[in-house]
């Protein structure tokens, strides 16, 4: 069964660098997402992604983050200059069509920005 | 306004028994869907169950059943038959579907235990 994949796993890293989280959306799927979740809290979306070009983004998601489809399985997030409080753990989507249609989540990447 | 509220952070349910989390949710959209997510403590979150809003029947998919009270703005997950590996964190979300709204709406939570 095709399925999300996420690398790294977990990351640690220095307040003020930069992270990039990366992600492989299931093959036939056309829209991507990023969630978080800080640990103990809900999960909280970040920004989908469809078609070359963010369709939506939260006020979470400020200059600081960024996402790209580099080629045609790759989708990431950067984080150019992380905080402290951007330790979470991040999800990637993906969904076939947008609207009602299920979005299945990767493992996740645990960030700790110490 | 919580879009998606969930009132148990925390339910105890004996192995082989059924188990009810709730979820209410407030949308003023007619169309939208309703999921019920399960992460267990390795962190990974599953897809268990979707409802559409405009679904007469309620949506099961095996041990899983949704029961979707629309007038009440409610969609509880009934697991039947809980095993060990039920014990996890169940997240209902909602999605709106009116707009070029795509992300969900989650809940908080509820954490399930089961005990042998």
């Known amino acids: 069964e095709p399925e999300v994949t996420q690398t790294p796993s977990h990351q640690v890293t220095q307040m003020g660098q930069e992270v990039i989280l990366r992600c492989v959306p299931i093959s036939n799927h056309l829209y991507f997402y990023w969630y978080r979740q800080i640990l103990g809290q809900k999960v909280e979306f970040l920004v989908s992604?469809?078609?070359?070009?963010?369709?939506?983004k939260s006020e979470i998601f400020d200059d600081q983050f960024s996402v790209e489809r580099p080629d045609g399985s790759n989708f990431t997030l950067k984080i150019r200059s992380t905080k402290l409080e951007d330790s979470a753990m991040y999800f990637c989507?993906?969904?076939?069509?947008?609207?009602?249609?299920?979005?299945?989540f990767g493992p996740g990447t645990r960030l700790l920005v110490l | 306004a919580q879009k998606i509220t969930q009132t148990q952070p925390g339910m105890f349910v004996q192995e082989k028994e059924a188990v009810t989390l709730d979820c209410t949710y407030d949308?003023?959209?007619?169309?939208?869907?309703l999921f019920w997510y399960k992460q267990p403590s390795s962190g990974e979150m599953i897809f268990l169950i979707y409802q559409g809003s405009y679904d007469e029947q309620n949506a099961t998919e095996g041990r899983y059943s949704l029961n979707f009270q629309k007038a009440r703005k409610s969609a509880n997950l009934v697991i039947s038959a809980s095993q060990l590996g039920d014990s996890a964190m169940y997240f209902c979300a909602m999605r709106e579907g009116s707009s070029n709204d795509y992300k969900l709406s989650f809940g908080a939570g509820t954490t399930v235990t089961v005990r042998a």
């Open positions: 949308t003023s959209d007619q169309s939208y869907g």
């Open positions: 989507a993906s969904s076939r069509q947008g609207r009602l249609e299920t979005q299945y």
């Open positions: 992604f469809y078609n070359n070009e963010i369709s939506e």
